[in-house]
T-cell receptor
Framework: DAKTTQPPSMDCAEGRAANLPCNHSTISGNEYVYWYRQIHSQGPQYIIHGLKNNETNEMASLIITEDRKSSTLILPHATLRDTAVYYCIVRASGGGADGLTFGKGTHLIIQP | GAVVSQHPSRVICKSGTSVKIECRSLDFQATTMFWYRQFPKQSLMLMATSNEGSKATYEQGVEKDKFLINHASLTLSTLTVTSAHPEDSSFYIC?????????????FGSGTRLTVV
């Protein structure tokens, strides 16, 4: 699976949009971009995934650049409960059964 | 959405004893489950891949005789930490893999905090 690079930490004011960047310059054509987050002392939670089109769900939006070498996760109206470590992971979907490779992620702190 | 239940949420055991952790996929059948370990201030590290009806596959450096994995049904995988020692104290997390929303997704349990005294 391709490697990802994320800033170690970010702050965001409550109520504002949180934009979390991720670089994945070695992503290959069959690899998806997945985002998970881990709130302290809990298991990771799926947020969103995408291949090349921008995606939106009830939690977040995912913007993938045209060359697919980077992406941004957007939490449109951050709340204190969004404070967590956010992991950007690229991996091939469908066949195969490999576990996820977690990097260090971005520790997002939402400030009141 | 998919739900994975993991029990117990925390356990304290004496050095030398064994501890079993259960991971259940509640609303979907998971042919593959994964076990991770997370030490304080570190990221999750994959320990092993658990396949229903066959032997687990362990990552390099993980002792298969110490961390026994059983995946007897499509909804249940267990991890037994045998002869636990204080250095085995960690946060253990399972996940179940399935095709959801058109692509592969991994749903995680809530984790088990193991403390060996």
């Amino acid at each position: 699976d391709a490697k990802t690079t994320q800033p170690p930490s970010m702050d965001c004011a409550e109520g504002r949009a949180a934009n979390l960047p991720c670089n994945h310059s070695t992503i290959s054509g069959n690899e998806y971009v997945y985002w998970y987050r881990q709130i302290h002392s809990q298991g990771p939670q799926y947020i969103i995934h995408g291949l090349k089109n921008n995606e939106t769900n009830e939690m977040a939006s995912l913007i993938i650049t045209e060359d697919r070498k980077s992406s941004t996760l957007i939490l449109p109206h951050a709340t204190l409960r969004d404070t967590a470590v956010y992991y950007c992971i690229v991996r091939a979907s469908g066949g195969g059964a490999d576990g996820l490779t977690f990097g260090k992620g971005t520790h997002l702190i939402i400030q009141p | 959405g998919a739900v994975v239940s993991q029990h117990p949420s925390r356990v304290i055991c004496k050095s030398g004893t064994s501890v079993k952790i259960e991971c259940r996929s509640l609303d979907f059948q998971a042919t593959t489950m994964f076990w991770y370990r997370q030490f304080p201030k570190q990221s999750l590290m994959l320990m092993a891949t658990s396949n229903e009806g066959s032997k687990a596959t362990y990552e390099q450096g993980v002792e298969k005789d110490k961390f026994l994995i059983n995946h007897a049904s499509l909804t249940l995988s267990t991890l037994t930490v045998t002869s636990a020692h204080p250095e085995d104290s960690s946060f253990y997390i399972c996940s179940a893999s399935g095709i959801l929303r058109g692509a592969r997704e991994d749903t995680f349990g809530s984790g088990t905090r193991l403390t060996v005294v």
